[in-house]
């Protein structure tokens, strides 16, 4: 079982605000086609309907041309180009008030805390990426 450092962020999903849409609003930061497809797959399969996956490919796009959108939850992966996501989870929790999942196929426990103490919520291992790992995710994130 893998522990997690949690560095004080509270486990729960804001609500949209009242204007938004009322589907399950879900952004995935990734440049990898074949994750990123297992990721919706996975969240078509658990939500149905009810969610409406956004893609960026880079942490730029994904923090500046996204205006006033609100998301439930983001999964970011921490290896964007040449750079991590560290700063992108920072500046994703603070402009877009969202719980935000590190994705990685690296499977440190050192990379993982990184990203907990960056402030994301949750952790999801790219060899792992299953219909139970993001349905875990989901209910302990968005319950």
Not at 44 to 63: F, L, W, Y
Not at 91 to 105: F, S, W
Not at 118 to 129: F, H
């Amino acid at each position: 079982m893998k522990t997690s450092v949690h560095c004080g962020r509270q486990k729960v999903c804001r609500p949209a605000p009242a204007s938004s849409p009322s589907k399950f609003q879900v952004l995935i930061v990734d440049d990898d086609d074949a994750d990123i497809y297992a990721l919706k797959k996975h969240l078509a399969a658990i939500r149905g309907a009810d969610v409406d996956v956004r893609v960026e490919k880079s942490g730029r796009a994904a923090t500046e041309d996204l205006g006033d959108e609100h998301f439930d939850i983001c999964f970011v992966d921490f290896w964007l180009g040449s750079d991590t996501s560290i700063k992108l989870i920072q500046r994703l929790l603070q402009e877009k008030n969202t719980q935000v999942v590190l994705v990685t196929g690296m499977g440190s426990d050192a990379v993982r805390d990184l990203g907990f103490c960056a402030g994301a919520a949750g952790y999801l291992d790219k060899n792992d990426i299953s219909r139970d790992a993001v349905s875990d995710i989901l209910s302990r994130l968005c319950a």
